[in-house]
């Protein structure tokens, strides 16, 4: 039997307070067209929202887009912020910029090139912290 690969509820952001605290957090990096913005949520596993505004384009494109983005995090969750060895799970909201159509393994690179840098960030802040 084939693994089922899907996009399940407790992998997504689903209130507006979860968004806001993302945006609260102040982590937050640019990646092609991407801005990312994160947060540590304690949980077991990464969480993401997705924020594609019209200005992005007609609905058929913003959605396609939002396809990308989600087929990106499902595919690569795991290894969003490997390299680091971290073991901290972030909520991750992606909003994007108007930008040309791109393809999913740009979408990927983008997305976890922000994320590893959220996670980077967030290490030398709680150091900074840690020292203070």
């Known amino acids: 039997m084939a693994a089922v690969h899907t996009f399940r509820r407790q992998r997504r952001l689903t209130h507006n307070r979860e968004y806001q605290a993302a945006y609260a957090a102040r982590l937050k990096k640019a990646a092609g067209p991407l801005i990312v913005f994160g947060r540590p949520n ?5 969480r993401l929202g997705l924020a594609v505004g019209r200005q992005v384009g007609p609905a058929y494109r913003r959605h396609r887009i939002k396809r990308l983005l989600r087929e990106a995090f499902r595919l690569h969750h795991a290894e969003l912020v490997k390299e680091s060895g971290a073991t901290e799970r972030y909520d991750l909201v992606v909003r994007v910029r108007p930008h040309p159509p791109a393809s999913l393994e740009e979408y990927t690179r983008w997305l976890l090139d922000a994320a590893r840098r959220i996670d980077r960030e967030h290490c030398k802040r709680v150091a900074r ?3 203070a």
């Open 42 to 46: 304690g949980l077991d596993d990464h």
């Open 129 to 131: 912290e840690d020292s």
